[in-house]
């Protein structure tokens, strides 16, 4: 992220959440309220749990906007955590008389044992504050700025549940191409948005939710794959010379950074291993129409680590959480003795806001390879350079 970049900070049950963006052009025009909008959905779902209740996220602008219009400095946003007076005393900033008691039954699967481990803690409450996907409410406000700038020069990002546990559809967004309609696009991902699990298919809507339902039940948790897609991405973003300027790769660290996400797929994905190529590769053609375009996108939008003008599509699989009403067996670093994991309240599934948290990491990603392409510091500048652009080999 050399052009666009950011910072968060902030406990699941600290005071606030804040982060810093730096890079975003100058004239771009942003509210609280298009970032509250990003912030809601993050908040749905099917299967959340109670924190959802508790907490109604919206982010103050506290520098680099005026008048309804970025400056070009950076732009520090602040989300306050409402639960905060709750916790008054268990996080407290300055030392205390009477310390709370440390939790020391590290959950499997989650980062406490690692953590107390590599900072010699004996009190995991230090790890999971921070390790607690409530961080990703801040990758969100700062994914809007971007999902913002992005959708000034036409490229719109999208995303829905394909799969929670063993309840999938069989639709899979590799089937849009450049020339599938926009209002195709737009119905199939509105009906994502309007699914309690954003999931644009019905039947396996209804199969998910009795999944969740059952999950509850037994006091365990689901995970599940999902899809982000962007539509109108320029041919040419990112670079085929260095393995850190690799588009795919960006997006790949991306995704991989969100909590509980264990694996990422570009297009075809991991299928291009058990075909033969000509099943793979998507064919390229011309007519005076249409221009230069392909057969289908199973590349996914991306070759050679470059954006090829197709839909770029990106699937990430979701592990279950490993905070369950039902706690697997740990041990008590303390004692040495065996002892279920600590358990705090958490979702029995939270991959329809995973794929949210996805949107806005896809968003910044694509938003620092637009300005490292086309620079620029104010959105008049970048409009004028973009227009420049080539869409096909010799077009210039």
């Known amino acids: 992220m050399s052009k666009i970049r950011f910072l968060t900070a902030g406990e699941s049950h600290g005071q606030a959440l804040n982060t810093i963006i730096e890079g975003m052009p100058a004239g771009l025009e942003l509210s609280e309220e298009y970032i509250a909008t990003q912030l809601q959905r993050r908040q749905r779902g099917y299967g959340r749990g109670g924190r959802m209740q508790i907490e109604k996220d919206r982010a103050r602008i506290l520098s680099g906007v005026r008048y309804g219009k970025t400056l070009g400095s950076p732009i520090s946003l602040l989300i306050f955590n409402k639960d905060w007076p709750n916790w008054t005393q268990k996080m407290s900033v300055a030392p205390v008389r009477n310390p709370t008691e440390k939790l020391q039954m590290p959950r499997p699967g989650h980062a406490d044992f690692a953590g107390m481990v590599k900072y010699r803690i004996d009190d995991l409450r230090n790890i999971l504050e921070r390790s607690s996907a409530r961080e990703t409410t801040m990758r969100v406000a700062a994914g809007a700025l971007a999902r913002r700038l992005l959708e000034h020069f036409g490229i719109r990002i999208y995303g829905h549940v394909q799969r ?66 962007a539509i109108g991405a320029p041919v040419g973003l990112g670079s085929h010379v260095h393995w850190d300027r690799k588009l795919d790769a960006h997006i790949a ?88 994991a600590h358990f705090e309240r958490a979702d029995a599934c939270a991959v329809p806001a995973a794929v949210v948290v996805a949107e806005a990491m896809l968003a910044l990603v694509l938003a620092n390879a637009l300005a490292d392409k086309v620079g620029g510091d104010s959105v008049e500048e970048m409009m004028r350079n973009i227009e420049g652009l080539p869409d096909a080999p010799l077009d210039w």
């Open 164 to 229: 929670i546990g063993a309840a999938a559809s069989d639709f899979s967004a590799v089937s849009f191409s450049k020339k599938t309609p926009q209002s195709q696009i737009e119905e199939f991902f509105q009906r994502a948005e309007e699914s309690p699990v954003a999931c644009a298919d019905e039947r396996a809507t209804k199969e998910m939710i009795a999944l969740i339902d059952e999950a509850k039940e037994k006091g365990d948790s689901l995970g599940g794959v999902y899809e982000v897609v």
């Open 253 to 340: 660290s991306a995704m991989m950074s969100i909590n509980a996400m264990k694996s990422v797929e570009i297009g075809m994905g991991r299928d291009v291993g058990s075909v033969f190529g000509s099943q793979v590769h998507d064919e390229i053609f011309y007519n005076e129409s249409d221009g230069f375009y392909r057969n289908r996108n199973h590349a996914g939008g991306i070759e050679g680590g470059m954006s090829n003008g197709e839909p770029i599509v990106v699937r990430v699989a979701m592990k279950p959480l490993p905070t369950m009403p039902t706690p697997l067996q740990s041990v008590d670093v303390g004692t040495k003795q065996p002892k279920e």
